[in-house]
């Protein structure tokens, strides 16, 4: 879904992730991404583009002290439900699902920690 408008759940993870740098006593990267939000709402309201859910989130999951590298994976757990309900409604339409694009980089590529790489 591509919201018109601002997306009523970036305000609220907007307020945890607000919430979460006070109770750390560092608003830091808080006041970055607000910043880079008011700039982008700002500069580009012509074309009406806002901050979705996702925005606020890597500053959440670092308030909740979750490690960076497990920040995609955590986003992906949150949307597998969401993924397996689109895939339900496909199959009881007897539609197919059609990836829109194919990947074409390497497979079967060694994990290599976030301080490791170059």
Do not use: C
């Not at 002290?65 to 757990?77: E, K, Q, R």
């Not at 993924?83 to 694009?101: F, G, K, M, Q, S």
């Amino acid at each position: 879904r591509v919201y018109k408008t601002y997306d009523p759940r970036a305000l609220i993870m907007k307020d945890y992730a607000r919430k979460l740098a006070q109770m750390q006593g560092d608003d830091t990267y808080f006041r970055i991404a607000a910043t880079i939000e008011d700039t982008v709402v700002r500069e580009l309201a012509s074309k009406r583009v806002f901050p979705n859910v996702d925005f606020y989130s890597g500053l959440v999951f670092h308030g909740l002290g979750i490690p960076t590298d497990l920040f995609t994976p955590v986003f992906a757990l949150s949307r597998i439900s969401g993924w397996t309900a689109h895939v339900i409604e496909y199959w009881e339409d007897n539609r197919l699902l059609r990836p829109l694009d194919w990947y074409v980089g390497p497979r079967d590529l060694a994990y290599v920690p976030l301080d490791e790489r170059a």
